[in-house]
């Protein structure tokens, strides 16, 4: 009985972890994907020194995805040390 109720504790705090991770990836995703794209005119008056791009354009067509990929390996990292501190992480 004692087992199950701390298996219980680690599955609650499990999960308090890893949906605090998801929204915070959420929130970045987000950011990234709408409220940057909201701000391109603004952003357009500022140019990538060395590409010569508009800021606006270059978040809109690249930044955003290069983004978006290095956060899904973020998560995947981070979510894999959450499963390990837990014991809840697959085998390799």
Do not use: C
Not at 13 to 35: C, D, E, N, P, Y
């Amino acid at each position: 009985m004692a087992q199950s109720a701390d298996l219980k504790q680690r599955e609650e705090a499990h999960w308090q972890k890893t949906s605090r991770l998801m929204f915070t990836h959420l929130g970045v995703w987000f950011f990234f994907g709408f409220i940057i794209h909201m701000f391109v005119n603004s952003l357009n008056k500022i140019t990538i020194p060395i590409l010569g791009f508009p800021l606006g354009f270059y978040m809109a067509a690249q930044g955003s995805l290069i983004v978006f990929v290095v956060m899904l390996f973020l998560f995947a990292k981070q979510q894999d040390r959450i499963d390990r501190e837990f014991g809840f992480a697959e085998e390799d």
